[in-house]
């Protein structure tokens, strides 16, 4: 599976939009970029994933550029409940295991 | 959505003793079932993944004798930890993959984990 870069720990004003972006420049084809947040002391919780069209849901955006190399997880109010450390995750089968990097700290300011 | 349960979530034991931490898949079929551990500020570190009748695969600097994981059926997986030690504290965390809607590329669903002490 194809490594995830992502910046350390990210800062986000209570209400504006969070923007964590993931680089995956290894990714192969058929490969779906997958996202987590992890709570503390609380198991990862799955937000979205995508194959090369953007995706939204309830909670997030996903925003993947044309070339696959890099992905962005748009939370688009973010809330103080919204603090967290995110995982940017590439996988192919359903089957196959999910490595996590270090993720970025989101940290949501009043 | 898929509910994956983790019992317990939290448990202390004395150093030599063995302690056996469940995984459940309460509302679909896990057909693989992912084992991590994780310490304080840290990231997820995966130990062995799972298959439902098979022997589990364990990564590399594992201990499969020390972490013994039983998938006996498709909604339940087991870690064991035996012979604990102080060093063996940690978070413990499963995942399930199956195929809730039919997919393949089903995200993994993750259980709320389980912190272990040993004294």
């Known amino acids: 599976d194809a490594k995830t870069t992502q910046p350390p720990s990210m800062d986000c004003a209570e209400g504006r939009a969070a923007n964590l972006p993931c680089n995956h420049s290894?990714?192969?084809?058929?490969?779906?970029v997958y996202w987590y947040r992890q709570i503390h002391s609380q198991g990862p919780q799955y937000i979205i994933h995508g194959l090369k069209n953007n995706e939204t849901n309830e909670m997030a955006s996903l925003i993947i550029t044309e070339d696959r190399k890099s992905s962005t997880l748009i939370l688009p109010h973010a809330t103080l409940r919204d603090t967290a450390v995110y995982y940017c995750?590439?996988?192919?089968?359903?089957?196959?295991?999910?490595?996590f990097g270090d993720g970025t700290t989101l940290t949501v300011k009043p | 959505g898929a509910v994956v349960s983790q019992h317990p979530s939290r448990v202390i034991c004395k150093s030599g003793t063995s302690v056996k931490i469940e995984c459940r898949s309460l509302?679909?079929?896990?057909?693989?079932m992912f084992w991590y551990r994780q310490f304080p500020k840290q990231s997820l570190m995966l130990m062995a993944t799972?298959?439902?009748?098979?022997?589990?695969?364990?990564e590399q600097g594992v201990e499969k004798d020390k972490f013994l994981i039983n998938h006996a059926s498709l909604t339940l997986s087991t870690l064991t930890v035996t012979s604990a030690h102080p060093e063996d504290s940690s978070f413990y965390i499963c995942?399930?993959?199956?195929?809730?809607?039919?997919?393949?590329?089903?995200?993994?669903?993750f259980g709320n984990g389980t912190r272990l002490t040993v004294t």
């Open positions: 799972s298959n439902e009748g098979s022997k589990a695969t364990y």
């Open positions: 509302d679909f079929q896990a057909t693989t």
């Open positions: 995750i590439v996988k192919g089968t359903n089957a196959g295991k999910s490595t």
């Open positions: 290894t990714i192969s084809g058929n490969e779906y």
């Open positions: 995942s399930a993959a199956g195929t809730v809607e039919g997919e393949y590329n089903s995200p993994l669903h």
